[in-house]
């Protein structure tokens, strides 16, 4: 694979993907160039749905939808090196596990999505007691997911 040089610097962690892999969060599958450019296409799709929904009521669909962008976009990253998180518990989590020690600049960008995962399961499985989503939660996510689709973008054309 190509060194990622873009803004970003890219460590492999080999160790670390070889723990998760040997505790059954990670698999190693053919890497996949095709789903590496559809996955952050299709999650410039989502964003553009969590602006639209953004203008509506429906709060919940529109930060999932960014979430949602947030996820495939590191999906895509782990199809350029031939991994794949498994499904299941913890299946989401896994994602940022195994990219964010890759991208030791962008550590801070990436720890958004954890809390995204939260929020995200908050608003999927809701406690009548706590808060629901705002305009300014939507914005926010909306900003960490387009910083997560644009790493997951540079490292897809550093791989080429």
């Known amino acids: 694979m190509a060194e990622f040089t873009s803004k970003s610097r890219w460590e492999p962690n080999d160790q670390g993907i070889e723990y998760l892999i040997d505790r059954g969060r990670l698999d190693r599958v053919e890497a996949s160039p095709s789903t590496a450019d559809h996955l952050p296409a299709e999650s ?90 705002t305009l300014d939660d939507i914005a926010e996510a909306q900003a960490a997911a387009t910083q997560i689709v644009k790493l997951a973008e540079r490292f897809r054309e550093s791989a080429k």
């Open 44 to 133: 410039r799709r989502h964003l553009a749905s969590a602006k639209t929904l953004s203008s509506t009521d429906d709060t919940s669909m529109a930060f999932v939808a960014c979430y949602d962008a947030a996820r495939k976009a590191l999906a895509a990253i782990l199809a350029v090196q031939g991994l794949r998180a498994k499904a299941g518990d913890g299946g989401h989590t896994v994602l940022l596990d195994a990219v964010r020690p890759q991208f030791p600049d962008n550590r801070r960008e990436l720890q958004r999505f954890d809390w995204m995962r939260t929020v995200r399961n908050d608003a999927e499985y809701p406690d009548l007691n706590s808060q629901s989503l």
